[in-house]
Structure formats: structure tokens, C-alpha cells
């Protein structure tokens, strides 16, 4: 998008250039009560004041004192694939990471039915693909979240589901951005379903406990966030 707006700014700059004597000259032909060329400068000084609000945002989006995201995803490999791309494409794009969330781990002793015993065989593969290099999520700080037998919603399940997400063995990772005093922007992103609402509710709960003034906001049109809280 910032590249967009400079080619089109850019452009627009060159027709206002080009044209400029064309447009006085019309105007003064047809005696217009109106300024073609007034009109192109509002337009010219609106794509600029967009330009710089979008240059500040990319800004912030690339600060790593302002800003971290974090992925979210399950131990399946198509779920792993896919936080792999997103994690590559941000990267690409100098928005820093530093965090990864899998959802829904099940315990092999405890997947007692043949399905969920050959599911949690196959997490635990992918889950050693992470640990092991296999993956360039590997690089990222991972928290390990079980699997809950009952959708955790509300305030007091979202806390339960944040003790287990960023505390424990795994409070070691979140501890430098749970416990900053600066004002920061935290994304959560990752392939649908694995539960990215959850994550991003009990990681705001988890904020604002610690006595952050939080904000959490969702892009999805859907009200998933307003139905978890």
C-alpha cells in the first residue's frame, strides 16, 4: 500500500505538471467560476497527508520497540506450512516476531481412543519439526498450549487459558513484553482455526492484569472476539 500511494502520487504530480498551463488556459476559455487547478493541489495535499499517515504506521509496524507479532497456530502440518508463509512474508516485510503460540496440544497419555492417539502422534512429529530446525518457525519463542476438552470463553476461562499460554514453563518468553512499561502494538495472526480469538483475548486480559491500559480490537467482521470475552 505505501507503494501504491507513491506511484499514484507520483503520478498524479506528473500530471498536474504536464497539464498545468492546458488547464489555466481551458479555464480561462470557458470562463469556469471553478480552479481545475485548485482542485488538483486539494487533491495532491490529501494523497500527501495519507502518504505520511501510512509512512508513520509502516513505521510503527517495523519498530521492534512498538511492535511485535505474534503467530499463532496447531501441530498440524498444514497449519504449520501456513504459519511458516505468514512468518516469511512478515519478515519480508520487516515487521518483527518473536513469538509463537501452538493451540490444542493433545497428551499422548492421555489420547486414549486410536483417532486421538494417531493425532497426537502427529503433533508430536510437527511439534519436533519446531523444536528440532525443521521448520523456520523454529526460530520463534514457542509456548505449548494443551488441549482444552471445553471451549474456554468468558473473563475467569480466558485467565485460566493466559496462566497456561504465557505463564509456567513459558513465562521465561513473555516475560520482556508482558512486563515493558512502553506502549506497544501486539498482532496475532495465523491460519483459521486455531485459535487466534482465544490467544489474543486471554493475552489482553493477561495485559491489562499486569495493569496495562489495553486495547484489543479484531479485524475479522465476524464477533468472535466480543462472543469469547
Known sequence: ????????LGKVLALKARFSGAIKLLSGVLQLNIDPEAKLDIAVEKLQKWQDRVAELQRLLTDPDATDFVVVGIP?????????????????????????????????????????????AEQQKELGRLDG???????????????????????????????????????????????????????VGGKGGVGKTSTSAALALECAERGAATLVVSTDPAHSLGDAL
Open 76 to 120: 498440524s502440518r498444514l497449519a504449520v506450512a501456513e504459519s511458516a508463509r505468514l512468518l516469511s512474508a512478515l519478515v519480508e516485510q520487516d515487521v518483527p516476531v518473536s513469538h509463537l503460540v501452538v493451540n490444542q496440544i493433545i497428551d499422548e497419555e492421555k489420547g486414549s481412543a486410536a483417532y486421538l492417539s494417531r493425532l497426537a
Open 1 to 8: 500500500f505505501p507503494e501504491f500511494l507513491d506511484n499514484l
Open 133 to 187: 530446525g525443521g521448520s523456520a518457525l523454529g526460530q520463534l519463542l514457542l509456548s505449548r498450549v494443551p488441549f482444552f476438552e471445553t471451549e474456554l470463553r468468558g473473563v475467569f476461562p480466558l485467565k485460566y487459558l493466559a496462566t497456561v499460554a504465557f505463564g509456567g514453563d513459558n513465562a521465561d518468553a513473555w516475560s520482556p513484553l508482558l512486563d515493558a512499561n512502553d506502549e506497544k502494538f501486539v498482532l
